[in-house]
Nanobody, 125 residues
Framework: QVQLVESGGGSVQAGGSLRLSCAAS???????????MGWFRQAPGKEREFVAT??????TYADSVKDRFTISRDNAKNTVYLQMNSLKPEDTAIYYC?????????????????WGQGTQVTVSS
């Protein structure tokens, strides 16, 4: 079983920045580098949506965050990050970290095997 714990959420004014972290652990957790790591978000009253994902092949972003958000990973620390710059009120959501046992790029939620509890990001205008 894999545990994912997000941190770094909070409240910020529009135009500001936040950096989310997600630490992975677990007794059955094999090499972190074998996992695609993704970030998703769910705004109030909306469906959860894809934000970004990263594998050893590279990374992919939702159009709504491209050029503002950057996903990265530190395989030695079993941690994935999401640097969020130029934040907008519409970025307000609960942000979830997810892991998929694959080295391929995955954007669909159904491809992810493990999920964190989420961290709240609130952007005020």
């Amino acid at each position: 079983q894999v545990q994912l714990v997000e941190s770094g959420g909070g409240s910020v004014q529009a135009g500001g920045s936040l950096r989310l972290s997600c630490a992975a652990s677990g007794r059955t957790f094999s090499s972190f580098s074998n996992y695609a790591m993704g970030w998703f978000r769910q705004a109030p009253g909306k469906e959860r949506e894809f934000v970004a994902t990263i594998t050893w092949r590279g990374d992919t972003y939702a159009d709504s965050v491209k050029d503002r958000f950057t996903i990265s990973r530190d395989n030695a620390k079993n941690t994935v990050y999401l640097q969020m710059n130029s934040l907008k009120p519409e970025d307000t959501a609960i942000y979830y970290c997810a892991a998929a046992y694959t080295r391929s790029i995955r954007v669909a939620q159904g491809n992810y095997d493990y999920w964190g509890q989420g961290t709240q990001v609130t952007v005020s205008s």
